[in-house]
């Protein structure tokens, strides 16, 4: 008998002791614009602002509860991004040949999201995709990017939804 009212105690006592304290969006953000990311890495990446701007577009519309605004001016929030990085270098040298065997493409963004209703930053932060990708081979280089756009997409919907 003992043992039960100690477990019940123990059950009794634990409630409250975790949490989620991952913050929701505010009530009153419902719509969302995202315009084309600008792109100052001079990369030559064709098409690397539309890719990652439609790559957060598609996240958005299917695994949030926001709605795409294509006015600003109607949407309650804002995120505005500019690809302000990219890289294509060397990460994994061979051991015999002493060339390398591997490329890491990295891609950063700088973003901000605004509350348009309150006119407040909500939040203001760079995401980076990093990829690896065997060296010479044009395919593995293209996926290797698209791999580091959807990293980068999937990390600020999670800020947008979660971060603040």
Not at 23 to 48: M, Q, W, Y
Not at 122 to 136: A, E, S, T
């Amino acid at each position: 008998m003992g043992t039960k009212v100690l477990w019940l105690l123990f059950t009794l006592s634990s409630f409250g002791c975790y949490s989620f304290t991952g913050a929701a969006l505010p009530p009153h953000i419902k719509t969302i614009a995202i315009p084309i990311f600008n792109d100052e890495s001079r990369s030559g990446v064709p098409n690397l602002r539309e890719r990652l701007t439609q790559e957060l577009t598609k996240r958005v519309q299917t695994q949030s509860p926001l709605i795409i605004e294509q006015s600003r001016a109607q949407a309650n929030s804002i995120i505005e991004a500019v690809v302000t990085a990219y890289s294509d270098v060397p990460s994994v040298i061979g051991g015999q040949t002493e060339r390398a065997t591997q490329n890491r493409i990295t891609i950063r963004v700088s973003a901000t999201y605004r509350d348009l209703v309150k006119n407040k930053i909500l939040f203001k932060q760079d995401f980076n995709g990093v990829q690896d990708y065997p060296i010479g081979n044009f395919q593995a280089q293209q996926e290797a990017i698209s791999r580091a756009i959807t990293t980068i997409a999937d990390d600020m919907l999670n800020k947008i939804l979660s971060g603040w």
